[in-house]
């Protein structure tokens, strides 16, 4: 009995945030039914008339969703594998230093960008890619014309995923460095002992030990393809970038509520979070499979 009065209290603590996640994101999966809809606000969800698939045949028929579809992919697939590598190379060169006071000044420079918010961040990004900014400035003193960098269609996506690693780097290297830190010194030792160079121990040793880290991100990370930054993207891209740039959120934003497009825009929502739901699963079952990864 004393056990069972304790455990109450937990649920009393766990009461507020449950009804904080059924309000916010529980209630609102019931405007799903738009996406079945020729929704007009002024006759609510109960009122509007009911057309079944209609919108999401007009979906697949605009030439627009293929080309959505496929930006988001390619920036997102980018972004993954560009945020596997650059942080794992990172976090072994910085873990290679002697210099642990340097480490940590490094390691905290790198993560600062990580607390900026997009807003600020693409501020910056137009600033230095601006006709006039440092990054002309210096392609001039190489003899190279002025680029217009936000006019460039086939830049955009590029600028987007390095401007991405260059914010989010230095918080995924705290992870490898954490996963380092469960390497055995035992086996630098051993290698060093049998002649192995730096390189041989980071090959044999260091990538060995990082292998179920790497694994598990990556499997993780594939519930995040269709996902390729809203935030980021909004702030950064115009009208002359959308064929490369414009992404299933930007154009759902759009078609949604500035073209009051509501059932077209949930149509294509819908599909989106049905295939990530999918995704997410196929990657958990990855990472319980490969990386002995399980939550539940």
Do not use: C
């Not at 055995?184 to 060093?192: C, G, I, Q």
């Amino acid at each position: 009995m004393r056990n069972r009065s304790f455990t109450k209290h937990y649920y009393f603590m766990l009461l507020p945030g449950f009804v904080w996640l059924v309000l916010i994101s529980i209630v609102p999966m019931f405007g799903i039914v738009i996406a079945f809809e020729d929704y007009n606000p002024g006759q609510g969800f109960f009122r509007s008339e009911w057309i079944g698939l209609e919108n999401f045949e007009y979906m697949f028929d605009l030439n627009d969703t293929v080309q959505i579809f496929r930006n988001t992919v390619f920036i997102a697939v980018m972004k993954i594998v560009a945020n596997l590598i650059v942080p794992l190379a990172f976090a072994i060169m910085l873990n290679e230093l002697r210099f642990t006071s340097m480490k940590r000044w490094i390691q905290t420079l790198v993560y600062l960008p990580h607390f900026l918010s997009w807003v600020i961040l693409s501020g910056i990004l137009l600033d230095i890619f601006s006709y006039t900014g440092p990054v002309n400035n210096l392609l001039s003193v190489f003899g190279v014309d002025p680029i217009l960098f936000f006019a460039r269609a086939d830049l955009f996506p590029y600028i987007v995923v390095g401007s991405d690693v260059w914010k989010e780097f230095g918080f995924n290297t705290i992870i490898y460095l954490a996963a380092l830190t469960g390497i055995n010194p035992s086996l630098y030792e051993a290698a060093s002992i049998d002649g192995a160079s730096r390189l041989r121990r980071i090959w044999h040793v260091t990538l060995p030990g990082l292998r179920t880290t790497i694994v598990l991100l990556a499997v993780l990370s594939l519930g995040n393809v269709l996902n390729a930054g809203f935030d980021q993207i909004f702030n950064l891209y115009n009208p002359m970038l959308y064929s490369t740039g414009d992404i299933i959120d930007t154009w759902v934003y759009r078609e949604g509520l500035l073209n009051m497009q509501y059932g077209l825009a949930t149509a294509v929502g819908l599909l989106k979070s049905v295939v990530s739901f999918i995704l997410i699963v196929v990657s958990y079952v990855l990472a319980s499979k490969f990386a002995n990864y399980r939550i539940f």
